[in-house]
């Protein structure tokens, strides 16, 4: 669940095809803080935490972004350069200072 309240600017850094879509993401966010597994919301759409890491002081974590998750979002719209607004998900104990969320895209307006 999310509060849809940002805590960070990401920057996508690499794109690279894998049958899925496998996106590298800069953040301020501490790597080592970060769970594989975790979700973290990428302008808006809930994405799974496959990778993370620093390197050359600037920290990333990588998600893999499903055909359907394409078509139903702006990711497909992604490229390298691209900032995303970032938002963790909640924990136990976290402020609700927003309106909770969930990040699931259920369908694609125009």
Avoid: P
């Amino acid at each position: 669940m999310f509060t849809g309240i940002i805590t960070d600017i990401g920057t996508i850094r690499t794109l690279e095809r894998r049958g899925d879509l496998r996106a590298r993401i800069g953040t301020r966010y501490d790597a080592s803080g970060i769970d594989i597994g975790a979700s973290i919301a990428c302008d808006g759409c809930c994405l799974t935490v496959v990778d993370r890491g620093a390197a050359a002081g600037q920290n990333w974590f990588d998600v893999t972004i499903s055909a359907e998750s394409i078509g139903k979002t702006t990711a497909g719209d992604w490229v390298e350069g691209r900032r995303l607004n970032l938002e963790r998900a909640l924990k136990v104990g976290d402020e609700l200072g927003g309106h909770i969320v969930s990040g699931h895209v259920d369908g694609l307006a125009e």
